[in-house]
T-cell receptor
Framework: GEDVEQSLFLSVREGDSSVINCTYTDSSSTYLYWYKQEPGAGLQLLTYIFSNMDMKQDQRLTVLLNKKDKHLSLRIADTQTGDSAIYFCAERGYNNDMRFGAGTRLTVKP | GAVVSQHPSWVICKSGTSVKIECRSLDFQATTMFWYRQFPKQSLMLMATSNEGSKATYEQGVEKDKFLINHASLTLSTLTVTSAHPEDSSFYIC????????????FGPGTRLTVL
């Protein structure tokens, strides 16, 4: 099974907040990332958080990290139709490898 | 900065032929390059990690003789799918890592391979 787990689908209305959740298993993870993938395209790094932080805010994006529960979330404020995409959570392990979740497909309805 | 390109962006080939995919870091030197494969509606699966001038390290289950990786310089890595079969059809994504404060990986746009 996946080392990094995410729910597969999320649907929200335009203007609402979206919260995408992720759980990981490697307690030695150094960095955790959120990537966005639009159809047919590669991954675009949205934001990252170092494992000794518990929150990071970047414009409309807020990342929360609960290291005790190995839980990571991405909140997108004022979600727009252009935010519709697949969002991948990823962890970087101590040996520098990366493990990805299966991705959460965010659909934003007008 | 930190742009990674892949070529070609898509390729269609006949079964049994070999296909080479290039991954280039355009404005930085990549100490390490990674090759991923993504099946439809699934996550990325790391195939191999390559460091310039040394042999690639393959993940378990990835056939090194089928997926040849060459990392000849700090800006170029190639993945050759040898004797391609329809089950090799997939989206292949490379990433390049540079030494930085958080060792981020920069991803290429991906190459869609379709084997007929």
């Amino acid at each position: 099974g996946e080392d990094v787990e995410q729910s597969l689908f999320l649907s929200v209305r335009e203007g609402d907040s979206s919260v995408i959740n992720c759980t990981y298993t490697d307690s030695s993870s150094t960095y955790l990332y959120w990537y966005k993938q639009e159809p047919g395209a590669g991954l675009q790094l949205l934001t990252y958080i170092f494992s000794n932080m518990d929150m990071k805010q970047d414009q409309r994006l807020t990342v929360l990290l609960n290291k005790k529960d190995k839980h990571l979330s991405l909140r997108i404020a004022d979600t727009q139709t252009g935010d519709s995409a697949i969002y991948f959570c990823a962890e970087r392990g101590y040996n520098n490898d990366m493990r990805f979740g299966a991705g959460t497909r965010l659909t934003v309805k007008p | 900065g930190a742009v990674v390109s892949q070529h070609p962006s898509w390729v269609i080939c006949k079964s049994g032929t070999s296909v080479k995919i290039e991954c280039r870091s355009l404005d930085f030197q990549a100490t390490t390059m990674f090759w991923y494969r993504q099946f439809p509606k699934q996550s990325l699966m790391l195939m191999a990690t390559s460091n310039e001038g040394s042999k690639a390290t393959y993940e378990q289950g990835v056939e090194k003789d089928k997926f040849l990786i060459n990392h000849a310089s700090l800006t170029l890595s190639t993945l050759t799918v040898t004797s391609a079969h329809p089950e090799d059809s997939s989206f292949y994504i490379c990433s390049a890592s540079r030494v930085s404060s958080y060792n981020e990986q920069f991803f290429g746009p991906g190459t869609r391979l379709t084997v007929l």
